[in-house]
């Protein structure tokens, strides 16, 4: 009878042995070199993930980092051209989280960030456990942020939404009829769009009619009227700076 753990030609058994996973490659971009440096030191001191290296925004950096495919870049969010890096970051390696640091937590700021594809919020004050948290966080699926960036992009999230479930109020018009109901608005006659514009009182019937049809109004003062409200009740809806 053979035991557990023999082998039929009397060999020793093998013991499968097991890699530890493989640790989150991490890259740090900061134009501000006492940054850089102190956190890169500070990250590898943790051990928890595998530090790359740390950089400026430079484009020669930044293609640097395209190179080493990293899981996540710690991004310092105070650089003149840390959201066009976000930007690009996200088209070149759109399965990296990008993480913002010193991150200043006004509204407009925060706005900039989401569109910009940011993955993780630290602030201002945040320290090493906050990072490190953060960058878990994004690798995990997560959004690690402040209360108060959590919701700010609620609000940011709802006034996208209410804007995106309105009705289409301005139908595509072409750029002359832009042109044309943009006049009707200041008041004009056709025969005084016509002069304006130099075409004949017949073509601008025409493209009072399109308008009209295209607006699905009836009046020459619907349509401006009509033309204008979008801009209007974006203004309302805008977010607060």
């Known amino acids: 009878?053979?035991?557990?753990?023999?082998?039929?030609d009397g060999a020793a058994p093998s013991h499968v042995v097991s890699e530890p996973?493989?640790?989150?490659?991490v890259f740090i971009l900061s134009d501000v070199r006492l940054y850089r440096e102190a956190l890169l030191?500070?990250?590898?001191?943790?051990?928890?993930?595998?530090?790359?290296?740390?950089?400026?925004?430079?484009?020669?950096?930044?293609?640097?980092?395209?190179?080493?495919?990293?899981?996540?870049?710690?991004?310092?969010?105070?650089?003149?051209?840390?959201f066009a890096t976000a930007r690009l970051l996200g088209i070149s390696l759109p399965m990296a989280k990008v993480i913002a640091f010193a991150v200043n937590e006004?509204?407009?700021?925060?706005?900039?960030?989401?569109?910009?594809?940011?993955?993780?919020?630290?602030?201002?004050?945040?320290?090493?456990?906050?990072?490190?948290?953060?960058?878990?966080c994004a690798l995990r699926g997560e959004l690690y942020c402040s209360k108060r960036i959590a919701a700010v992009l609620s609000r940011y999230v709802?006034?996208?939404?209410?804007?995106?479930?309105?009705?289409d109020l301005h139908p595509v018009l072409t750029p002359r009829e832009h042109q044309v109901v943009n006049l009707i608005g200041e008041g004009m006659s056709n025969k005084a769009i016509g002069c304006t514009l130099r075409i004949s009182d017949a073509t601008v019937k025409n493209h009072v009619h399109n308008i009209l049809e295209k607006l699905q109004v009836h009046r020459r003062g619907e349509a401006a009227a009509r033309y204008r409200r979008p801009a209007t009740r974006l203004e309302s809806a805008s977010v607060p700076t």
Do not use: H, N, W
């Not at 009878?1 to 039929?8: A, D, K, N, Q, V």
């Not at 740390?54 to 105070?78: F, K, M, T, W, Y």
């Open 1 to 8: 009878m053979m035991r557990t753990g023999e082998l039929s």
């Open 41 to 82: 030191l500070s990250m590898t001191r943790l051990s928890a993930f595998e530090m790359l290296g740390a950089g400026d925004l430079s484009r020669a950096a930044v293609a640097s980092v395209v190179d080493l495919q990293p899981d996540s870049i710690v991004l310092d969010i105070g650089a003149i051209d840390s």
């Open 106 to 136: 006004t509204d407009r700021l925060v706005f900039a960030c989401a569109e910009a594809g940011i993955a993780g919020y630290v602030g201002q004050d945040g320290s090493e456990e906050d990072l490190l948290a953060a960058v878990e």
């Open 21 to 25: 996973p493989r640790k989150a490659r």
């Open 158 to 167: 709802a006034v996208l939404a209410a804007q995106r479930s309105r009705p």
